[in-house]
């Protein structure tokens, strides 16, 4: 099974090698466990699932000092299935795969394989809920197989790219360094296609904001397709909103997100909000809400999703969690939840559910 799961970094990394003020970093994340899914084209279906809540991760990063605040860097990322030690993706650094520079005073410039800002400025910055809560079953499916999005598994796995499914090959991306909390910055990537500049292209813009207690992000991302395959050329077109607020223990977020798929004009929009309480050192609870309505193109199909965990933190690197996801989509629809496909993905009918059980590690 094939996942394209959310950004996720890891926060407890090994440095492999240090020579004066370079360095390469090594680090990594696993997930696995076992998840129960109420109806897969009309069966239940008991299995062993990994790239759940975090991806499984291998990466390395590197920096070199260049003097005057100014460093050359790198960052290449593998996804695996611990499953069977298979790569995911279609190569070896299929995740991320960049080279750049970066200034205290001016910001970063990075070439190659990258996020674009719909991950940036609303997951990576605290404004999904789903990374705090279920994972990759958490983000945006639902009943629009018809929005057909191009080389997409379920045709609307990770509509909203803010999982993480879509990175943007052969890019530019600056970002600006932080100014009073505000950070903003642009990617544009290159469709190589002879004879034509825009075709195949993709252009993304974002920013964000996070002074203590809040922050907030919006982006946008417009992605064109199939200039170079004999299909008829499309353009994909997606932004979001979301914002993030701490009080004391408890975290609450809210998200907004919306595609468009200019090849047949297939829509969906979708809301969302939940909260994280640190219950304690050790244990975290979080539960969501997101709502998602398609177009007239889809029917005007709807879904109501609702999410629930409890985690217990082993280390400051290690925990097991329980999770669950309920879909109910409208009548006549068909629910899927992120995540669900193999091997029917789509419930029967118009409701499916998901109960996992897992560890995650980082180092």
Not at 20 to 35: E, K, N, P, W
């Amino acid at each position: 099974m094939t996942k394209k799961t959310i950004l996720a970094l890891a926060a407890c990394a090994i440095p492999i090698a240090s020579f004066a003020q370079s360095s390469v970093t090594m680090f990594g994340l696993m997930d696995v466990g076992i998840s129960y899914v109420s109806n897969e084209g009309g069966h239940g279906n008991a299995q062993f699932d990994d790239n759940i809540f975090f991806p499984n991760l291998l990466g390395f990063e590197g920096k070199e000092d260049l003097g005057t605040g100014t460093r050359a860097i790198f960052r290449l990322v593998n996804q695996y299935s611990l499953a069977n030690g298979s790569i995911i993706g279609g190569g070896l650094f299929a995740r991320q795969a960049y080279v750049g520079v970066e200034n205290d005073s001016y910001g970063k410039l990075t070439l190659g394989n990258q996020y674009e800002f719909m991950v940036d400025a609303l997951a990576a910055s605290g404004n999904e809920i789903a990374q705090d809560v279920a994972g990759l079953y958490g983000f945006r499916n639902g009943p629009f197989d018809k929005l057909a999005l191009p080389n997409n598994p379920t045709g609307a796995f990770d509509w909203d790219r803010v999982a993480g499914s879509n990175r943007v090959a052969n890019s530019v991306k600056y970002t600006s360094p932080s100014l009073a909390g505000l950070t903003f910055g642009a990617l544009y990537g290159f469709g190589n296609v002879a004879g034509t500049i825009g075709a195949n292209n993709a252009i993304s813009v974002g920013a964000s904001y996070d002074n203590g207690p809040f922050g907030a992000g919006a982006a946008y991302t417009n992605e064109k397709y199939g200039a170079s395959t004999g299909l008829p050329p499309t353009s994909v077109r997606n932004w979001g909103v979301g914002a993030h607020y701490t009080i004391g223990a408890m975290t609450g977020k809210a998200l907004m997100t919306t595609v468009r798929n200019a090849s047949n004009g297939a829509a969906v929009w979708s809301a969302e909000g939940g909260f994280a309480w640190y219950a304690s050192p050790a244990w975290v609870i979080g539960a969501s809400y997101t709502y998602m309505k398609g177009n007239d193109t889809l029917a005007n199909a709807h879904a109501h999703q609702i999410s629930a965990a409890v985690r217990y933190l082993l280390s400051k690197r290690t925990m097991v969690y329980v999770a669950g996801v309920c879909q109910r989509a409208s009548s006549g629809s068909y629910a899927q939840i992120n995540g669900v496909m193999d091997p029917d993905g789509a419930s029967s009918g118009v409701s499916q559910s998901v109960a996992r059980v897992g560890i995650s590690t980082r180092f």
